[in-house]
C-alpha cells in the first residue's frame, strides 16, 4: 500500500509563501507522475500541478502559473510545491496524489490511484 504524507501548510498573510511537501512511501516512487490538488470550502477538488515520473515535464493550472512551482528529488521520495505570492483566493485543503499507470501526466482528480490526507493552507488578506 503505497502512502502519501503531506505537510507544510499554515497561516500565511497575503503576499507571503509557503513550501509544501509530499513523502511517499516505498521503492517505486520514481515510477508515478505526481499530482497537486486543492479543494477549497464550497468548491470541487481542482488540478494545481502535475510532474512527470523524471521530473521534466511540469504543468500547472493558470491560476497559479507563474506564482507556483513543482519539483520533486526521487532520491528522498518526496514532491514539492513551492508556493509564493500567495492570494486569499488560494486557500483550501491541499492534497498529493500519485498516479502508478505509467501514462502521461493527469491533469484531473480520477487519474490518481493514491492521495495524501490534504494540509490547509490558509491566507488571509
Known amino acids: 500500500q503505497v502512502q502519501l504524507v503531506e505537510s507544510g501548510g499554515g497561516l500565511v498573510q497575503a503576499g507571503g509563501f509557503l513550501r509544501l511537501s509530499c513523502g511517499v512511501s516505498?521503492?517505486?516512487?520514481?515510477?508515478?507522475?505526481m499530482g497537486w490538488f486543492r479543494q477549497g470550502p464550497g468548491k470541487e477538488r481542482e488540478f494545481v500541478a502535475g510532474?512527470?515520473?523524471?521530473?521534466?515535464?511540469?504543468y500547472y493550472a493558470d491560476s497559479v502559473k507563474g506564482r507556483f512551482t513543482a519539483s520533486r528529488d526521487n532520491a528522498k521520495n518526496t514532491v514539492y510545491l513551492q508556493m509564493n505570492s500567495l492570494k486569499p483566493e488560494d486557500t483550501a485543503v491541499y492534497y498529493c496524489?500519485?498516479?502508478?499507470?505509467?501514462?502521461?501526466?493527469?491533469?484531473?482528480?480520477?487519474?490518481?490511484?493514491?492521495w495524501g490526507q490534504g494540509t490547509q493552507v490558509t491566507v488571509s488578506s
Open positions: 510532474i512527470s515520473r523524471s521530473g521534466s515535464n511540469i
Open positions: 516505498g521503492r517505486t516512487f520514481r515510477m508515478y507522475n
Open positions: 496524489a500519485a498516479d502508478s499507470s505509467l501514462g502521461i501526466v493527469g491533469l484531473t482528480p480520477s487519474r490518481y490511484n493514491y
